[in-house]
């Protein structure tokens, strides 16, 4: 995603926990020749943090145009077993961080009158997935709050949609989930039969951030070839 921004000569500023796998796509993102990239190691369940953040990026940049919340962990859990612990956690990785974010970037949009918020939600959202309980209560919570929000912050002129993707094959996804034949079987319930990539969602991603969709808010669309 942060690359893609990048391809278009974008001024990016991203956050990670892991500073590791930061560093690395800093080094990859120095054939751009971008003029400034901006970014700090943060747990993004940390609110606290996480705002300070989005106020030093305006400050850094002098406005803050768009903002992703993309923030997730789809861990697995049985619904049977999961405490109240890994509940609440896992609505502090997979829904909180978007609310606060959201929140911070308003301050800074609204003196602009123009921003665009992206929430990444998941069609698990609206199919249901067995042992992501969690997951699923947390994105369809993105949704509500998507809707919410695009009529709480549209008078200043910001919009506020969020990206519904289907199994995308992430390294991460591929590595512990989406197995050979677990791939099948999902491409087999999609009107369109191909694999989803990282580059397909961002593509979207780009025009809800550009002036092409000036006029599209508080809309949930589905990246998902067909499957919900």
Known sequence: MVEAFARQQAK?????????AAEALKKKLAEYQLSSIWFRAI????????????????????????????????ARQDVETISAHDWHKCMQINLDPAFFASQAAYTLMKQ????????????????GSQQMTGYVTAKAGLIGM??????????????VNAILPGWVATEKQLASWL???????WTEAMALKRRITPA?????????????SELITGQCINIDGGRA
């Open 12 to 20: 990016v500023a991203f956050i990670d926990i892991d500073h590791q």
């Open 200 to 212: 397909d969602v961002a593509k979207l991603a780009l025009f809800l951030a550009s002036e092409n």
């Open 43 to 74: 747990d993004a369940t940390d609110s606290t943090l996480l705002q300070q953040a989005i106020k030093d990026v305006g400050d850094h940049f002098g406005r803050f145009d768009v903002l992703i919340n993309n923030v997730a962990n789809d």
């Open 179 to 185: 197995t050979e034949q677990e791939e099948l079987k």
């Open 112 to 127: 602009q009158h123009s921003g665009s918020i992206i929430n990444f939600s998941s069609i698990t959202a609206l199919l």
């Open 146 to 159: 998507t809707r919410s929000l695009s009529r709480e912050f549209g008078e200043a002129g910001i919009r």
